[in-house]
């Protein structure tokens, strides 16, 4: 079995266990276990492909091509390159801490755990494929359960969100698959056959006129779940609404993939159309950033901030492959790697403390700090690490982002931008203190919770899974920045 | 053959009898009052099959003979909704048309 | 000279950070603090041997300090653009670490009197060590991004150790704001950091600061509205400086970040970060000097003279100790940016440069005895305010002597460390800046006033009714202050225009008698002045209060500053930027995108009704259809 | 003569037709109905299918006339009242028949058909052998099928009249 393959395999039979699973014990033992073969097989991938960029230079590597309509030339066809294999690792992480922070769910154990595990199948499925139109299917796929998950065990007004979240990233969807037929009907541009195979189509000189034409369904269509502005609108309902886990793997993995397919499909095959739009886009992921920082200055529910949070924060990914510059989509790459750690760590606090207090809303909390000393110094730490702190990976991400955006084809237009965007450190770091200051620090609300219950194995070790990457690219950004760099190398010829 | 009487007439006749059918058949709210619609709208064909059998083909049967099968399906089928009338009456004591609405689902 | 083993001088304190950090439950307070202290010592120690091989072995090379750099990259971003991790030994960094390693150590062993007894000792010496590693990675730092990154670091140490007290709402609100406005500043750190990384293709202090290098001579080359980008990059960077230097107008964090402990205050805000500021223009000083021919150095001096004598003022009319050190503080720090902006390069013109830093270390001594006393004084009576202080000298003889002679050496009286500092700074206004001058000498009587205000307020006066008599702190509290008098005592003799100048040449300093008379004769009449309205308990000093009317009023709510800020954020930013934008997210845009779905439930709600399971609807539209086709049928055929 | 009986026969049809469509006292309705089948017989009596309109009126007018009324009785009080559809609705719905009547009259009136002037009579011996005939144009398929049919919906009608109810005695009692 070749490796990549098994990133769908392994879902498919820890689904098909859990089908025959009875009762929360089992399933979220066989749910575990099936995450931490991912978490082995992703760290396995990594190592294999630090091997094998030694040897084999192509774009893509580990690559298998099986026919699946021929009609329509669509195959089977996948491969990694560095990028895919770190959001791979991303993703393998987060939804292992993902079914720790549930291993409480009361619910409906067997049905939850299987929507999570066909959701990051949905996901691995996009990280490796190659071909349009398989990706195209993971993405759905990664994007149905969602409606399930929220709908089923999230909390307040949970159907108007997950039908708001769902509609809304359908109708992305849509968009999105008019910009890959465009794309597909394009692909013959240079006589060959129709494809949909992203490394053919990249050699293929798509006319100039349709690439203007069709990058921006592309761009939206993926940005939307990156919650471009003002796209973003499902995100904060969908967020409050969510399950702690499901929040972690939607702003931490899902929102990734908007971001991903921007960067492998939009920017990739329509650099011409990138080029074109580029300014237009940029002001509306500027505009974002600043938003959304700005927006969760005056939330009061935990979740909203950080939903908003998330709007800036992917916002910036946005801006920075906008910038279409290489240490910049650097940035971008570490930003959702950063992001996806960082929230998915928000997600499961906030989900801890609530489950504790149950409640979100900050005017009610207090002083958590004395009574949870864990989740309260994680908290506090993840906090600054959001904000930028050095040490933790968001620095990184930042400063690539900041540093690229100033590099050479940046105009004085995008460097007003940057520094626009660069203000937002300043207002993240208000709503963030503002959050700290507020629920961690500060005198105890009520006197009636001074005995919640402190955090258990499982959540800690949910954390500390999170929290490690978080701190070792912050310390030890090179090896992954290099990484990603070699790995931008052909992607970004085609812009400039 | 009616003498004096054209194919135009009868057809007129049995026109206005098929559009009485149809009218009753939208209209009546009551099923009972749609079967007797639809026996009005059966009726109506029966009659141009018979007239133009005798008005233009008198050689031939297959008009009459039609119209005799038409009557024995027609028969049938009164059977069978007055059956059906009776079983929904018994089970949810009526026979209007609107109460019946719950079997599109 | 080797060099590689001053990498130690921070990972030590780091080490003890991630030791008490992540242990703070299993160690024992005891233990912590002696963990800490020892950490901290091994550190001074390498620090040390560091200096005295430097200045006096091995540094110079044909009478000039060399630089030596020991480095690695951290990040990648272009083949000549990259972050790197590393230390970078010269004159100024070698002072600055030495006078970290002093208010540390004594800080540490301050605090392990002071401390005694509280909950989170040990998460206190674990901030305390996060802070002294931060604060020593900021003095070596090697470039612009790695000096950005610690600084950052103080930062948070900071806001933590504001925050310690975090169950205190003011505490909170303290750490939160110096926090956000010195990110505030840090933000035009960070535009100056981008500017000058694209512009200079280099974050590297050596690159960027050498006097023949292609920066400084290419300066004029990119230029933007009126001036070159280079210059505004370092004014940029300035403002970065400015806000950890508690300059005007980003000072308003000082005053309230003396919510924490106050061997905080003295370690952080008085000594070491705040000065960071100072360090940094130091550390450009060239860029600073060269760029546009010194015009952003002359924004430096006039920001640091004005806010050196907005401070002083300010400071008179304070009534918490605490705060009128802060203020003091701010003032003496724009003492040294006045200095560092009238300063020339060469030979004997660098003395401003020299006495910046002289004025810094001597600063760093006596502010921080200064704080400790404080310290030392609350302790006793549990109280900031002097109202509730007076004739403390009976009962704390040490910290009283220890205190006179802080206040005699920031009050510029011979032979105390601060009269050297104070004078060299002096000679370098006189000699290119006469208004600069005479704010100089203004400010220098005020702080002598001000000083002894204090003084004899808390030592001398009427008795008060104390809760329980006060006593002399423990020897773990005083030793520090012994220690530290001694130093503010003898530390002017350091021939620091010798080892630290801007052409790392040096040249040797004499004293301006007619200025040092005219500077040590104001801060007399200021002392004097002192001990008439305060030796004793009298009404003058209200009386003048009163006849400043207004002005008093003003300056003791700070000018207002604070107030224009709450404006600011809360009325402008808060209300009238972040509240629209939440209101007009969840009217507009989700209205927007509510309203598509919205519209598509009522349309479908709308053609619902063709499909409604009634045979009669069904067979009305199939005759209908059926009517249409057959004319449109009639309508083919007949023409 | 004729031609006045026809008239007569007509209006007797459409009068009772519209008599039975808008009547709202279910019983009458059908009696109406009942003349207006009544009346078709006598257009077929006229056109000389004699053995039609037997049959007219012995399946029509005497088995389902009955059935319907039947069932009026098992369903309905006599004397109850009828829901009217809304008037806009018989408005449209009048309308459109009343254009469809034009379509289908212009047709008809447009149409120039080929009348073969006869008067031939069918015997109902004629009409048997064509029914049960083996030869080209015998109906003997038909036939076996309409039986099949009607024994089928004979069956149907009684296990549908039967119902659940029955059913459900049935496993009460088992």
Known sequence: MDILTLFIIVPIITVIALVFSKGLERARVVSMIGSFIQLGMAINLLFAYLREIKVNSDIMVFTKDVVWFKNFNIHYNIGVDGISVALILLTAIVVLAGVFISWKMKELPKEFFISLIVLSLGVYGVFISIDLFTLFVFFEIAVIPMYLLIGIWGSGPREYSAMKLTLMLMGASAILLVGILGIYFNSNADGGALTFNILEIAKVNIPIEAQKLFFPFVFIGFAVISALFPFHTWSPDGHASAPTAVSMLHAGVLMKLGGYGVFRIAMFLLPEGALHWSWFFIILAAIGVVYGAFSAIRQTDLKFINAYASVSHLGLVLFALLTLNKIAWNGAIIQSLSHGLLTALFFALIGMIYGRTHTRDIRKLGGMMKILPFIGAIYVITGLAYLGLPGFSGFVAEMNIFVGAFQENSDTFNRILTILVVSSIVVTSVYILRLVGKIMMGPLETNDVNDLPKATWFEKTGILLLMIPVIGIGVAPFWLSEMIMKSLEPFIQGVL | MIAGISIYEILTVTSILFFIGIYGFITRKNLISVLISIELILNASVVNFVVINKYLYPDMLQGVIFSIFIIAVAAAETALAVSIIINLYRQISSVEVKDTEIMKY | ?639 | MEKYIFYILSVIIIAFAVASVSSRKMLRSVIYLLFVLCGIAGIYFLIDYNFLAAIQLTVYAGGIIVLIIFSVLLVHHIEMELEMAKPLRKVLTGLLCLLGLGVFLYTIYNNDFNVVENNVTTSTADIGAKLLSYDAGGFILPFEVISLLLLASMIGAIVIAKGRKLNDKNNEAL
């Open chain 3, 1 to 639: 000279m080797n060099i590689s083993y001053t990498i130690l001088i921070p990972l030590i304190p780091l080490a003890v950070f991630l030791l008490l950090g992540l242990n703070s439950k299993r160690i024992k307070p005891a233990i912590s603090g002696y963990i800490g202290v020892l950490g901290l010592s091994v550190s001074a120690v390498l620090s040390f041997y560091t200096a005295y091989q430097y200045f006096f072995v091995s540094g110079k090379v044909d009478g000039v300090y060399q630089t030596f750099v020991n480095k690695s990259v951290w990040m990648n971003f272009t083949e000549t653009l990259h972050i790197d991790m590393g230390v970078l030994i010269d004159p100024i960094s070698i002072m600055m670490l030495i006078v970290v390693s002093i208010v540390s150590l004594m800080v540490h062993i301050y605090s392990r009197g002071y401390m005694k007894g509280d909950d989170g000792y040990t998460r206190f010496f674990s901030y305390l060590s996060l802070f002294t590693f931060s604060m020593y990675g900021l003095v070596l730092a090697t470039n612009l991004f790695q000096i950005y990154i610690f600084w950052e670091l103080v930062g948070v140490s900071s806001f933590l150790l504001i925050g310690y007290y975090y169950t205190k709402p003011s505490a909170v609100s303290a750490a939160k704001k110096a926090f956000i406005v010195t990110r505030f500043a840090d933000l035009g750190f960070l535009i100056g950091i981008l500017i000058m990384g694209y512009f200079t293709g280099t974050y590297d202090f050596e690159t960027l600061n050498n006097p023949e290098g292609a920066v400084i001579l290419n300066w004029a080359s990119t230029s933007f509205m009126g001036l070159s980008v280079i210059t505004w990059a370092l004014l940029l960077i300035f403002i970065g400086g400015a806000g950890k230097s508690a300059m005007f107008p980003l000072h308003i964090w000082l005053p309230d970040a003396m919510e924490g402990p106050t061997p905080v205050s003295a370690l952080i805000h008085a000594a070491t970060m705040v000065v960071a500021g100072v360090y940094l223009v130091a550390r450009l000083f060239p860029m600073f000097y060269f760029v546009e021919h010194g015009f952003a150095l002359n924004v430096v001096a006039y920001v640091g003279a004005f806010s050196s004598l907005f401070a002083a003022i300010i400071a008179i009319t304070q009534t918490d100790i605490k705060r009128v050190l802060a203020f003091s503080t701010m003032s003496q720090i724009g003492y040294m940016m006045l200095a560092l902006g009238v300063s020339g390069y060469d030979g004997h013109e660098g003395v401003g440069y020299m006495a910046s830093m002289f004025h810094l270390f001597t600063h760093a001594m006596f502010k921080a005895l200064l704080f400790l006393g404080a310290g030392s004084v609350i302790h006793a009576v549990h109280s900031n305010y002097l109202k509730d202080m007076g004739g403390l000298r009976k009962y704390m003889p040490i910290t009283n002597i220890t205190f006179l002679i802080a206040a005699l050496a920031i009050s510029g009286v011979p032979p105390f460390a601060g009269f050297w500092s104070k004078d060299e700074i002096l000679v370098a206004a006189f000699e290119h800046n006469k208004l600069i001058y005479y704010v100089g000498v203004f400010v220098a009587g005020l702080t002598a006033f001000y000083m002894f205000r204090v003084y004899f307020g808390i030592f001398w006066g009427k008795e008060k009714q104390y809760e329980h008599a006060p006593h002399e702190s423990p020897l773990s509290m005083t030793g520090p202050l012994i220690v530290l008098a001694i130093l503010s005592a003898v530390g002017g003799f350091i021939p620091f225009s010798e080892l630290i100048t801007p052409d790392r040449i040096g040249f040797e300093a004499h004293l301006n008698y007619p200025l040092a008379a005219i500077a040590t004769g104001v801060g007399l009449i200021g002392i004097v002045l002192a001990w008439v309205f305060y030796k004793k308990e009298n009404s003058l000093s209200d009386k003048y209060a009163l006849a400043f009317g207004p002005f008093y009023r003003w300056a003791s709510d700070k000018f207002y500053i604070d107030e224009i800020y709450l404006f600011i954020t809360k009325k402008i930013i808060f209300k009238h930027i972040s509240a629209p934008i939440a209101k007009f997210d969840k009217k507009y845009v989700d209205g927007t995108m509510e309203g598509i779905g919205n519209k598509t439930v009522l349309i479908s709600k709308a053609i619902k009704g063709i499909q409604s399971g009634k045979v009669q609807d069904y067979a009305f539209s199939f005759v209908m259809g059926a009517v249409i086709i057959a004319l449109v049928f009639i309508y083919l055929w007949t023409n």
